[in-house]
């Protein structure tokens, strides 16, 4: 079973950089692959990047690829989704997820799920 743990959301001004921190319990943490993903007023959640265990792979969504990047510590149980060049549609609550299943950009494959922590990019 692994507790995941979001942080770092907040306001900041569009064209701006924000980091999310979101930490794991679990031993066996190492072996998840990990996903982000976003849900504004009104919207479906949607699939924002997701690395896989190892850390060898990676999958962005188009909207924040080359503006967004994920790493992760397995040491510390961390991983983290630094936030570049914000834009206004950005603006949502932000979730990690975990999961050992193979299709991790897909919001069903996940098992384990954080509480979200908010992003708010002004104009």
């Known amino acids: 079973q692994v507790q995941l743990v979001e942080s770092g959301g907040g306001l900041v001004q569009a064209g701006g950089s924000l980091r999310l921190s979101c930490a794991a319990s679990?031993?066996?943490?190492?072996?998840?692959?990990v996903g982000w993903f976003r849900q504004a007023p009104g919207k479906e959640r949607e699939f924002v990047v997701a690395?896989?265990?190892?850390?060898?792979?990676?999958n962005y969504a188009d909207s924040v690829k080359g503006r967004f990047t994920i790493s992760r510590d397995n040491a510390k149980n961390m991983v983290y989704l630094q936030m570049s060049s914000l834009k206004p549609e950005d603006t949502a609550i932000y979730y990690c997820?975990?999961?050992?299943?193979?299709?991790?950009?897909?919001?069903?494959?996940?098992?384990?799920w954080g509480q979200g922590t908010q992003v708010t990019v002004s104009s």
């Open positions: 690395i896989r265990w190892s850390g060898s792979t990676t």
């Open positions: 997820a975990a999961t050992q299943r193979i299709m991790i950009t897909m919001t069903t494959q996940y098992d384990y």
């Open positions: 679990g031993r066996t943490f190492s072996r998840y692959s």
